[in-house]
């Protein structure tokens, strides 16, 4: 599906917008927008074939393998949004903690509603139970205290890559990736 370029950039302003929020995952933003699907696909799409195509200098074709025109505007609205936002957030935050947290809480709650109703078929006992365990595995972890283990570089560099991963998954809480 195309979506136009001010509506993409606008999507990204809304998911750099929540980035900047501690616990409030950008993905959430692009499910509950409609471009989920697209940023997943641009984003696997990185894969050996277009190194080769990079390496061999082929690209215009990695540009249209990795969705460039779709990717990049995004970005630009993410990086535009959390360097113009950061302060107006930032204030939010110290003068109207609830409201903020509550607003983010339901669009958390709007994108679980929205995996559950086009995502999920609980049609089986496996089904059932990877379901259930997979919310008991998301409270656990919401309510384990925080932890802090890996100090230096190389554990910087590994909670980094996961809370990256984190990012794209809606609902999640990235913060919790912060070891």
Same mark, same amino acid.
């Given at each position: 599906?195309?979506?136009? *370029?001010a ?9 750099g917008? /929540?980035?900047?929020? *501690?616990?409030?995952s ?6 509950? !927008? ?7 696909s ?9 190194l ?6 082929r690209w215009?074709? #990695?540009w249209?393998?990795?969705?460039g025109?779709? #990717?990049?505007?995004?970005? $630009?609205g993410i ?5 113009? $936002?950061?302060?107006?957030i930032?204030?939010l935050? !110290?003068?109207y903690?609830q409201?903020l947290w ?5 669009l958390i709650l709007?994108?679980a ?8 078929? #609980?049609?089986?006992?496996?089904r $059932? /139970?990877?379901? !259930? ?11 384990? *205290?925080?932890?802090?283990? $890996? !100090?230096g570089l *190389? ?8 809370a ?9 809480r990235?913060?919790f990736?912060?070891c």
């Amino acid at each position: 599906m195309k979506h136009l *370029p001010a509506g993409v950039f606008a999507r990204g302003l809304a998911m750099g917008a /929540a980035d900047i929020v *501690p616990g409030v995952s950008g993905g959430t933003i692009a499910l509950i !927008t409609g471009i989920y699907e697209r940023l997943l696909s641009a984003i696997v799409s990185a894969d050996s074939d277009a190194l080769s195509m990079a390496l061999s200098g082929r690209w215009n074709a #990695l540009w249209h393998r990795i969705d460039g025109g779709f #990717l990049s505007i995004l970005l $630009l609205g993410i990086l535009t949004a959390i360097f113009s $936002l950061a302060s107006g957030i930032h204030w939010l935050l !110290t003068h109207y903690p609830q409201l903020l947290w509550s607003f983010f809480s339901g669009l958390i709650l709007v994108s679980a509603v929205l995996l559950i109703r086009d995502e999920v078929t #609980l049609n089986s006992v496996d089904r $059932l /139970a990877g379901f !259930t365990l997979g919310v008991c595995i998301a409270v656990g972890a919401a309510l384990m *205290p925080p932890v802090s283990f $890996l !100090t230096g570089l *190389p554990g910087l560099f590994f909670a980094g890559a996961i809370a990256i991963c984190a990012m794209i998954l809606p609902g999640y809480r990235e913060v919790f990736c912060w070891c």
